[in-house]
DNA sequence: GAACTAAGTAAGCGCTTGCTTAGGATGCCG
DNA sequence: CGGCATCCTAAGCAAGCGCTTACTTAGTTC
């Protein structure tokens, strides 16, 4: 796979994902702004480049947007609600607790693959955030914890998980699947749904007596 | 423990780990960098305030380093060299695989969380590097993937770990442990040791037949 | 057609940044 | 004591930054 194409099929994975972004140049600022913030970090992105990428000036950006910092907050925003949202409902697929598992660290795994720029913004530009919208944004990454830790405490209160630190093996499993978003590249040889599975299996092997 | 002490006892174990920088003002401004670049990111970080944090004037910063990115550079040089140093040693301490796996994944993670400031440095900012500097940089952070797998090659070899996916397997543990830098806080409830202990214990489980 | 709205531009502001230059201070050695 | 080396400073430069302001254009509504 070509790593342009693909980067290609990212911004239309946005382009659909973030569809209820609106109007559509504020919605192709953000995806320009992602990119920007994904491959130079926050600080090195300027306004300009962000601009340039959709062929406006530097002051239509704040057209759309009333600072930098609120191009940040709104891809840390929607970023972690769209990944919330699929991890609640990789939660909500099966009653089993393996299966659950499986489900929530292969989905989770997966999506920071297949997301791997606005999750690598999310994960490691976020502390560049205003305070009060860092503390925001804080708040929901927690709520990951807790789907995560849930998902532990379920397998365990079935018996069939042998856990003796669930708060410790959830920071865990959510850090393997956070860190995909860090060494993840498309011209890689793993597939986002490959490196879910292999996940997948690993957390069961976790999770499991020896 | 206090915030503000363990933060000190960061910087002195920079200071006895950083000794062989010399002269001692040049090893002072490394330090202050690696606190600046960590808190809050090579390219929010001034020269300026790297220079105030060592009490000089920010021309002061030229007398010993060539420009702002020379000191990321050798930053990035002795914080991969050092861990280098700390996983090759774990791997060679035992030639039992099971051992051998506690040792290297558990004394790797207890690194991070030691000296997370450097290795958030050394994990998040280095894409900031020069392109010669990256370079050279990604090959030594080759190098411990080499370790990590060689340490699984040698407990598949010897018939007791079942590890279906060598590279992939490797990459998820090592993975687990540089992401230790990127969520430990001094002000944490787990000591580095414990840490170390906790991963250590979770790498066995993956290594082993289900 | 006039008024308004939405979306954008060109120009520029005030400030900051990494770095350079010319010079200074101190300590050491012959 | 003079020369040199080391370590540093004050001042300033050129470039760049996030953002503002005054204006323009196109589309819509009455």
Redesign the interface.
């Known amino acids: 796979m070509d790593t342009a194409a693909a980067d290609l099929d990212e911004v239309e994975m946005l382009e659909r994902a973030w569809h209820d972004v609106t109007p559509a140049p504020a919605r192709r600022l953000l995806i320009a702004a992602v990119q920007a913030f994904g491959e130079r970090?926050?600080?090195?992105t300027t306004t300009r480049d962000i601009a340039t990428r959709v062929g406006m000036s530097p002051a239509g950006v704040y057209v759309h947007y009333r600072s930098k910092e609120e191009l940040l907050y709104r891809i840390c925003l929607i970023g972690h609600r769209h990944s919330l949202v699929a991890l609640r409902a990789a939660a909500a697929r099966s009653g089993d607790p393996m299966t659950q598992l499986r489900d929530v660290i292969g989905e989770f795994a997966a999506w920071h693959a297949l997301f791997h720029t606005p999750a690598r913004v999310i994960?490691?530009e976020l502390?560049?955030l205003d305070p009060a919208h860092l503390t925001e944004i804080t708040a929901l990454r927690h709520e990951m914890d807790l789907v995560v830790r849930a998902t532990l405490e379920h397998g365990v209160k079935a018996g069939v998980f042998d856990v003796p630190?669930i708060p410790?093996?959830g920071?865990?499993l959510l850090?393997?699947t956070?860190?995909?978003a860090?060494?993840y590249r498309t011209s890689g040889r793993?597939a986002p749904e490959d490196?879910g599975a292999?996940?997948a299996d690993?957390a069961?092997?976790?999770?499991?007596a020896?």
């Open positions: 970090g926050y600080h090195a994960s490691y502390n560049h630190d410790g093996t920071l865990a850090s393997l956070v860190d995909v860090r060494w793993r490196i292999l996940y690993l069961v092997r976790m999770v499991q020896r």
